[in-house]
């Protein structure tokens, strides 16, 4: 089955980085569309960013845009999200998902890990 594996979640302090890790596996990984997504406490679903089977293509929320890079790397099957100048807003539950097509409706991901938790807190 799908399994989706995510680490590199911690406690940071504002202004700082974080490189957030999903390991892969059970499915093509190299033809599926990869998403972030994250839960803040208390909160619903919120869609972070996506990127394309091959990598060349990416998205992402107006909120993270700029400071967020998604990034894949298919012969390993790990996706990754390079997180700089994190604000407080940006603590959450990190999620990894994918889907076959591209959406920007984090209720039809398919999902398969417990997520990673990011802090940032001074």
């Known amino acids: 089955q799908v399994q989706l594996v995510e680490s590199g979640g911690g406690l940071v302090q504002p202004g700082g980085s974080l490189r957030l890790s999903c390991a892969a596996s059970?499915?093509?990984?190299?033809?599926?569309?990869m998403y972030w997504v994250r839960q803040a406490p208390g909160k619903g679903l919120e869609w972070v960013s996506a990127?394309?089977?091959?990598?060349?293509?990416?998205y992402y929320a107006d909120s993270v845009k700029g400071r967020f890079t998604i990034s894949r790397h298919n012969t390993k099957s790990m996706l990754y999200l390079q997180m700089n100048s994190l604000k407080p807003e940006d603590t959450a539950l990190y999620y990894c998902?994918?889907?076959?097509?591209?959406?920007?409706?984090?209720?039809?991901?398919?999902?398969g890990g417990q997520g990673t938790q990011v802090t940032v807190s001074s």
């Open positions: 990127i394309n089977t091959g990598g060349g293509t990416t």
């Open positions: 059970g499915f093509i990984f190299s033809s599926y569309w």
């Open positions: 998902a994918s889907k076959r097509w591209y959406s920007l409706s984090p209720d039809e991901y398919n999902y």
